[in-house]
């Protein structure tokens, strides 16, 4: 079990009074991709920010690098250093440049120095290509040049996991693959360990190890991502992927 | 009338005295706004935690300080109160307080709503960067908070400044109540002076107000504009 990063048992979330994830049960190892896929309501969203600890969860344990979670506020803050996530919305901070939006992380929580979080934000800047908008402002930029840089901004802390919750999914066709591609290097240039939550077959095929196959609130399956895509084990998951137009 | 009410204002000492009671009331206003402002902010922030009770107590804080007129929080702080609770201060210290009090209750409505409005999405990637509330707040909500609250803080300081009107009743010698004395003491040789005191008075409040909601305007209009661009 070392190798596992993390681990989630009989995991149930209700909002209000309503059950919205049923006996949650995976783990994740280190170094792998797990696509999280399912038809809309599923609880995609909502399981994934039960992960980092934006959203509270009613029953089970999550295990993060051997340690169980106590889920008060003051521990998640700590382990969400460690959990990068980005979501669907455009999320930069629109008061902050570009620079000063992916330094606020490593200064202020991990106290970095600026000199030294600077340098390895225009880094990364760098490797997304995007070093010459390092002092605009989050308005003067597209949706694809935003989520490069929340990206960007979740990297700069130094994660050993990461969170993707359909990033793409409100961008303008044209700027998908360039985000895609960027999470597709991490993967497999930094063999980032990350849990993608997205619509695009193709991307989660190319990109996935493994397939978590969520609907209602249940896990109906977990299959090899080769398998998964050539035949999958249930009759809801084959419905789905002939939906998906795929 | 050989004299010409124009000249009561420009006799003796009286036009500077009339400046040293605009003074007296800029400088209330001003000190208000910056206590009240500071005193808003915290207690904007504090209503949008989830305790109730402190929320139930500012909002009644609130309430307290809108329902009540002003005339009768100067009276119930410069008559009443010191009498009941043995306190004594000089009366524009008196009026600088109701006042703070009163920004201070009011600005933590115009915080509070503008914090509740910076999207629900700022705050979860604030989170999720692994800031902490007091973080959060600093370098996140109250900025996006402040760029929104502008006009509106903008036109509570004029209200704040019209309403220093009523500093006279507590004979605090702000503007109005120097430019009374000033008319009840020319009131025989410059029967007109009436109109040139109120009207040189008009024209203070005027260019202190005038400039300050047109700047309010146009925040608001080029916020709009950005928001909508
Ligand atoms: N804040 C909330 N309060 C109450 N119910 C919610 C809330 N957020 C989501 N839900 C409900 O929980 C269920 C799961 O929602 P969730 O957003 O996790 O689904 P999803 O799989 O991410 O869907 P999508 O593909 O559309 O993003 C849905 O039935 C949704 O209506
Ligand atoms: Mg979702």
């Given at each position: 079990m070392a190798d596992q990063i993390l681990q989630v048992e009989h995991l149930e979330k209700y909002y209000q009074k309503r059950h919205v994830l049923y006996d949650i049960n995976f783990s994740v190892a280190k170094g792998e991709v797990v696509t999280l896929l399912g038809p809309s309501g599923s609880g995609k969203s909502t399981l994934?920010?039960?992960?980092?600890?934006?959203?509270?969860?009613?029953?089970?344990?999550?295990?993060?690098?051997?340690?169980?979670?106590?889920?008060?506020?003051?521990?998640?803050?700590?382990?969400r250093q460690k959990i990068g996530m980005v979501f669907q919305s455009y999320d930069l901070f629109p008061n902050l440049t570009v620079i000063d939006n992916i330094m606020l992380g490593p200064t202020k929580v991990q106290k970095q120095s600026a000199d030294a979080?600077?340098?390895?934000?225009?880094?990364?800047?760098?490797?997304?290509?995007?070093?010459?908008?390092?002092?605009?402002?989050?308005?003067?930029?597209?949706?694809?040049?935003?989520?490069?840089?929340?990206?960007?901004?979740?990297?700069?802390?130094?994660?050993?996991?990461?969170?993707?919750?359909?990033?793409?999914?409100?961008?303008?066709?044209?700027?998908?693959?360039?985000?895609?591609?960027?999470?597709?290097?991490?993967?497999?240039?930094?063999?980032?360990?990350?849990?993608?939550?997205?619509?695009e077959m193709n991307f989660a095929q190319e990109i996935a190890d493994r397939v978590l196959f969520l609907e209602n609130g249940k896990i109906l399956e977990?299959?090899?991502?080769?398998?998964?895509?050539?035949k999958p084990q249930t009759d809801r998951a084959q419905e789905f992927l002939d939906s998906m137009d795929f | 009338m050989d004299h010409s009410g124009i000249s009561v204002l420009f006799e003796g000492t009286n036009f500077t005295r009339l400046l040293g009671g605009l003074w007296v009331t800029v400088k209330i206003a001003g000190v208000a706004l910056i206590l009240g402002l500071i005193l808003g902010i915290v207690l904007g922030v504090l209503r949008t935690f989830k305790n109730r009770l402190l929320r139930l107590i500012l909002r009644l804080y609130l309430e307290f300080f809108r329902i009540v007129p002003t005339v009768v929080l100067l009276f119930l702080f410069y008559y009443i109160l010191p009498k009941q609770l043995n306190f004594n201060l000089p009366a524009d210290q008196i009026a600088?307080?109701?006042?703070?009090?009163?920004?201070?209750?009011?600005?933590?409505?115009?915080?509070?709503?503008?914090?509740?409005?910076?999207?629900?999405?700022?705050?979860?990637?604030?989170?999720?960067?692994?800031?902490?509330?007091?973080?959060?707040?600093?370098?996140?909500?109250?900025?996006?908070?402040?760029?929104?609250?502008?006009?509106?803080?903008?036109?509570?300081?004029?209200?704040?400044?019209?309403?220093?009107?009523?500093l006279m009743l507590i004979s605090v010698m702000d503007v109005i109540n120097i430019g009374q004395q000033i008319?009840?003491?020319?009131?025989?040789?410059?029967?007109?002076?009436?109109?040139?005191?109120?009207?040189?008075?008009?024209?203070?409040?005027?260019?202190?107000?005038?400039?300050?909601?047109?700047?309010?305007?146009?925040?608001?209009?080029?916020?709009?504009?950005?928001?909508?661009?």
């Open positions: 994934i920010r039960c992960l980092n600890g934006l959203e509270p969860y009613q029953k089970g344990t999550i295990t993060f690098e051997d340690q169980q979670v106590d889920p008060t506020e003051k521990n998640w803050q700590q382990i979080a600077r340098a390895e934000a225009i880094q990364l800047l760098q490797r997304v290509g995007l070093e010459d908008y390092a002092d605009a402002y989050p308005r003067m930029l597209s949706g694809g040049q935003k989520q490069r840089i929340a990206i960007v901004r979740a990297l700069a802390l130094h994660p050993d996991f990461m969170l993707f919750d359909e990033v793409t999914a409100s961008l303008d066709p044209e700027m998908v693959r360039g985000v895609l591609n960027i999470i597709k290097d991490l993967a497999e240039t930094d063999n980032m360990t990350m849990i993608v939550v997205t619509h977990q299959t090899p991502s080769k398998q998964f895509f050539a | 600088t307080l109701v006042f703070a009090l009163w920004v201070g209750a009011e600005m933590s409505d115009i915080v509070r709503g503008a914090l509740i409005s910076v999207p629900k999405h700022q705050r979860e990637s604030g989170l999720a960067i692994g800031l902490n509330r007091y973080q959060l707040y600093r370098y996140v909500l109250i900025p996006q908070a402040i760029t929104l609250e502008i006009p509106a803080t903008i036109n509570l300081a004029t209200r704040v400044i019209k309403t220093t009107s009523l008319i009840e003491a020319n009131n025989h040789t410059h029967p007109t002076g009436v109109f040139w005191v109120y009207g040189l008075i008009f024209l203070f409040y005027f260019l202190i107000d005038y400039p300050l909601s047109w700047w309010a305007k146009r925040l608001e209009k080029r916020r709009l504009e950005r928001t909508n661009g």
